[in-house]
């Protein structure tokens, strides 16, 4: 038992650093350690007992939800639809901001966007920014999102960003509350309305209305 603890605070500090240091590259660093975790507690368990794995998967979760409450949103320059010089710096927003990592030819995000559309239209331009970040893409990215109505932000072939991000697929959303903290992220399988929901929660908007309503 003495030998798991002490395996499982070895890893547990892995995780638990770059919550204490707060730097853009030991942020990248930390998804990394989190995306291995599973796989590190799984060699720690194989041989524990239920009363075991019950401990130390506890002591694993503790420092990673930690840094989760404490991880801030990295910098980062874009192009906008026309070229010009998109900077994001979360050490000075004027407002929350939601990064949407998609592509034209997702229809995972085809059905995430109007529900970050009427996210946008709820809080107001003033109050909300809302980046389109276009990544892995041929498409036209400017002609799409004017078919579909949408008032994002665009940045295009934002992949650069998308890997600071550790965002592997589409479509992927991170809320950044205006002191630069990353206040939501969503997370994989996640239905269009519960994205919403989330976002409007975090936002202190009301509650969407219901589609027959709208």
Known sequence: MRRDMVRIRRAAG????????????????????RAAAPVMLGLVLAEASPMRR?????????????????ERALPWTGAGANGEEIRFDPDHLERPAILLFWATWCPYCKALMPHVQAVYDAAGRDKLDVYAIDIKDDG??????????????????????????????TPGLFLVARD?????????????EQVEAALRQALGLPPAVPPARR
């Open 14 to 33: 892995r995780i638990a650093l770059p919550a204490r240091r707060a730097s853009a590259g030991f942020a990248l660093a930390a998804r990394k350690v």
């Open 140 to 169: 036209d990215p400017v002609a799409e999102l004017k078919a579909r109505h949408q008032t994002f932000t665009l940045v295009r072939d934002g992949d650069a960003i998308a890997a600071r991000y550790g965002v592997i697929g």
């Open 54 to 70: 019950l401990l130390l998967s506890l002591l694993l979760l503790l420092p990673s939800l930690s840094f989760a409450a404490q």
């Open 180 to 192: 630069g903290r990353i206040v939501y992220t969503r997370v994989g399988g996640s239905r269009p």
